[in-house]
C-alpha cells in the first residue's frame, strides 16, 4: 500500500521520530513522509512510534491508498527531497 505520514511531535522527540520514519518511508517535507509500506511495516512503524510519543500531546496522521497512483500530488514551490534520481 502506498501511504502519506505526518506527525505533530514535541521537538525534544522530533529528532528520533525522524529517524525512526526514515526507516520505512521517503522523507519529503518538514514531519511529512509517505512511501510505499507493507501492513506488516506500517503497524510495526506505528508500534515503535508510539514508544517514542506522549500519546496525550503528539499526535500522527497516516492517509492510505492502495497504490500512489490512485493520488495525485501537486507540488507548489521548492520540493523539499525530490525522489526522483533515486536508483
Not at 6 to 11: Q, R, W
Request: hydrophobic share 45%.
Amino acid at each position: 500500500m502506498y501511504v502519506i505520514l505526518v506527525y505533530d511531535i514535541d521537538e525534544k522527540r522530533v529528532g528520533k521520530m525522524l529517524k525512526l520514519c526514515r526507516q520505512y518511508l521517503n522523507w519529503i517535507q518538514n514531519s511529512v513522509f509517505e512511501g510505499e509500506i507493507t501492513d506488516v511495516k506500517l503497524k510495526e512503524l506505528i508500534s515503535h512510534a508510539k514508544k517514542i510519543m506522549i500519546i496525550e500531546k503528539d499526535s500522527i496522521i497516516v492517509f492510505k491508498s492502495r497504490q500512489e497512483k490512485w493520488l495525485d500530488k501537486m507540488i507548489i514551490g521548492q520540493e523539499k527531497n525530490n525522489l526522483d534520481n533515486i536508483i
